[in-house]
């Protein structure tokens, strides 16, 4: 959790939690909140989105021996009935909006190449934290963003690496 993106991350996921929820219930959807960490590597993420309140955390992560280890980190913090690890990609989102919380620390490529599909998994009022990049490509990842119907909310940097945080209306 040192490096820029993750620490950046775990600040915001901190902030839309508290925006979110109240009495054990997510404002935006008025059933128990729930998340989705792309590109979870070691879990980290997903875990922190589960310990502040996530009801349900799904995690996906492209490549099989970082999905296990992820597993196993979700296994030692308590978590494997609110954290579900899969191995996978972007197409393995299919199903209609129900992630109040989405979460993307991957590359600009990727991100720009599955952002649609972020956006069609995500609830009404529901927030999209996105990291991996440089400040350099936070035009490209807005204007792609806006284009889906996603609102700017803001972004951060530290040492040229960003976190951006969009709302879906």
Avoid at 151 to 162: G, M, Q
Wanted: charged share 20%; with cysteine; proline share 1%.
């Amino acid at each position: 959790g040192t490096h820029e993106t993750t620490s950046q991350l775990l600040s915001e996921i901190m902030n839309v939690a508290e925006q979110q929820m109240t009495n054990d219930k997510c404002q935006i959807s008025n059933d128990k909140c729930q998340a989705l960490d792309m590109g979870t590597g070691t879990g980290v993420l997903a875990i922190l989105a589960a310990k502040v309140g996530y009801e349900h955390v799904r995690a996906i992560e492209i490549d099989d021996w970082v999905a296990e280890n992820a597993t196993d980190n979700v296994l030692l913090n308590g978590l494997a009935g609110h954290v579900k690890v899969e191995c996978g990609d972007a197409s393995l989102l299919t199903e209609g909006p129900c992630y109040d919380l989405v979460l993307a620390n991957i590359n600009r490529n990727v991100l720009l190449a599955d952002m649609a599909r972020y956006k069609s998994v995500m609830r009404s009022r529901a927030t999209l934290l996105m990291s991996g990049f440089y400040e350099e490509d936070v035009p490209a990842i807005r204007a792609c963003a806006e284009e889906l119907g996603l609102k700017y909310n803001h972004h951060r940097s530290r040492n040229n690496w960003v976190v951006i945080r969009f709302e879906n209306s």
